[in-house]
Structures are given as structure tokens and as C-alpha cells.
């Protein structure tokens, strides 16, 4: 069992930055990739980023490339997404996410998700 637990999120100005941080508490955590999703209202849950134990990681198509960058520490247990120059079009509840494998993570078919954390961009 994985617990995921988000914190970082919040409101900030476009052009900010915040870090979100996802900490999953317990000894499975390295074999998993974790990852980043993000839901804005009326809109379709959006794969945003991943990383497995290793370093590779994997950024969705549109959502925060480039702005964002997505980095774990195995000895916390905590993998974090790093979001630069965000823009109001950032705005969105983003979820931490867990499995075994980039493809089944990236597809949204995780075994292990967090309760959400709320980014609100404002102009």
C-alpha cells in the first residue's frame, strides 16, 4: 500500500513559481514511478509528469513543458514538481499519482493516488 500526501499548492501571481511536493511515507516507494496529474474545472484529468527511482522522467504533450520539472528524493520518500512562469492557464487541482510503469501511469491508470492540491494563477 502507498500513502500519497501533496502539499505546496496555492495562489500566486503568472509568472510565479511554486514547488508541489508529494511525500509517500513507507519502504515500497523506490519501485514505483511517480507522477503529476492536474484537473481544471469542467476539463478532463491531464497527465503533467513523471519519474522513476532512477531519474528518467516523462512530461505530458502540453500541460507545463518546459516550465515545468518534475525531480524525487528517494531518501524523503518525496517527489516534487517544480513549476516556473506559470500562467492562469495552470490553474487546476494537481494530483500525485503512483505505479509500476511510465505507460500505465502516463495513461491514468494508477494504482495510487493523492487527495489533490489546489494551484490558482491569478493575472
Known amino acids: 500500500q502507498v500513502q500519497l500526501v501533496e502539499s505546496g499548492g496555492g495562489m500566486v501571481q503568472a509568472g510565479g513559481s511554486l514547488r508541489l511536493s508529494c511525500a509517500a511515507p513507507g519502504r515500497t516507494f523506490s519501485k514505483y514511478v511517480m507522477g503529476w496529474f492536474r484537473q481544471a474545472p469542467g476539463k478532463e484529468r491531464e497527465f503533467v509528469a513523471a519519474?522513476?527511482?532512477?531519474?528518467?522522467?516523462?512530461y505530458g504533450a502540453d500541460s507545463g513543458k518546459g516550465r515545468f520539472t518534475i525531480s524525487r528524493d528517494n531518501a524523503k520518500n518525496t517527489v516534487y514538481l517544480q513549476m516556473n512562469s506559470l500562467k492562469p492557464e495552470d490553474t487546476a487541482v494537481y494530483y500525485c499519482?503512483?505505479?509500476?510503469?511510465?505507460?500505465?501511469?502516463?495513461?491514468?491508470?494508477?494504482?495510487?493516488w493523492g487527495q489533490g492540491t489546489q494551484v490558482t494563477v491569478s493575472l
Open positions: 499519482a503512483a505505479d509500476l510503469t511510465f505507460h500505465s501511469l502516463s495513461s491514468g491508470q494508477c494504482d495510487y
Open positions: 519519474i522513476n527511482w532512477s531519474g528518467a522522467n516523462l
